[in-house]
C-alpha cells in the first residue's frame, strides 16, 4: 500500500502538472489513535484532505475511466513539520523527512459514496480543533479534479487496490498542540476524530 499525496491543489495559479510526492505506509495513523508530536519538530502543522481509496488494480488511466478505481473517501490530515521542512529546503535537501514521517497521514472512517449518494466533484468538507472551526474546503474548487489526479499519477505508478491519495489541502496548515482535539467532517458527517498528545 502507498500513500500519493497532491500539493498547491487549491492554489489561485494552476500549475502545469499536479504536484505529487509519497509517504510510505508507515505515515499511516488510522482508527482515532492519538497522534504523538515527534521530538523533531516545534512547528508541526496538519491540513484536512478528501482521501480517496483505491479499490482496482490500474496503470495508465483514462480520465473518463478513472471512476471506476475509487468507490469510497474519507477526510485525513497531512502533517508537516514546517520547520525541519525549512531547513531542508534551504539546504536544497530532500524533505521527506518533514512530510513523510511516522504517523503523518491521518485517515478516518471511510465513506461509500453510493451509499451516501455523493458526487465526488462536489464535497464539502472542514476541520474542527477544539470545536472550533479552522479549516474548510469544497472539492469543485480543486484545481485538478479526483479523476484527474488518478489519470496523472497512473502513468508514473501502476495503482493497487488500497492505495490512498490524499488530494488536496484548501489552505495553510494549522499548528498543532499537545491536547488539541480534531475532527473531521464530510460534510455534516463525522469521519475523522483524534487528540494531539
Known amino acids: 500500500m502507498k500513500i500519493i499525496c497532491v500539493a498547491k491543489n487549491y492554489r489561485i495559479t494552476k500549475p502545469s502538472e499536479p504536484v505529487v510526492f509519497l509517504k510510505p505506509d508507515s505515515s ?7 497522534f504523538f508530536i515527534p521530538d523533531f519538530s516545534s512547528d508541526l502543522r496538519g491540513e484536512i484532505e ?5 479499490s482496482r488494480l490500474g496503470k495508465n488511466i483514462a480520465p473518463r475511466f478513472a471512476h471506476r478505481y475509487y468507490e469510497e473517501v474519507t477526510a485525513g490530515i497531512d502533517l508537516t513539520a514546517c520547520d525541519l521542512l525549512e531547513r531542508l529546503q534551504s539546504g536544497s535537501l530532500p524533505w521527506e523527512m518533514s512530510k513523510a ?3 503523518s497521514a491521518i485517515i478516518g ?4 459514496l453510493k451509499t451516501c449518494d455523493a458526487d465526488v ?7 474542527n480543533i477544539n470545536e472550533k472551526r479552522v ?9 485538478f479534479s479526483i479523476d484527474e489526479i488518478i489519470a ?5 505508478f501502476t495503482l493497487k487496490i488500497g492505495d490512498l491519495i490524499f488530494t488536496g489541502a484548501p489552505s495553510a496548515g494549522i499548528k498543532l ?4 482535539h480534531l475532527q473531521g467532517y464530510i460534510g455534516e458527517n463525522r469521519v475523522l476524530d483524534f487528540f494531539v498528545k
Open 121 to 127: 466533484n462536489h464535497l464539502p468538507f472542514h476541520l
Open 109 to 112: 472512517n471511510f465513506v461509500a
Open 135 to 143: 479549516q474548510e474546503g469544497h472539492t469543485e474548487n480543486q484545481l
Open 50 to 54: 478528501i482521501v480517496v481509496k483505491i
Open 28 to 34: 499511516l495513523l488510522k482508527d482515532g489513535k492519538p
Open 101 to 103: 514521517f511516522d504517523n
Open 177 to 180: 498542540q499537545i491536547d488539541d
Open 152 to 156: 496523472y499519477v497512473s502513468r508514473f
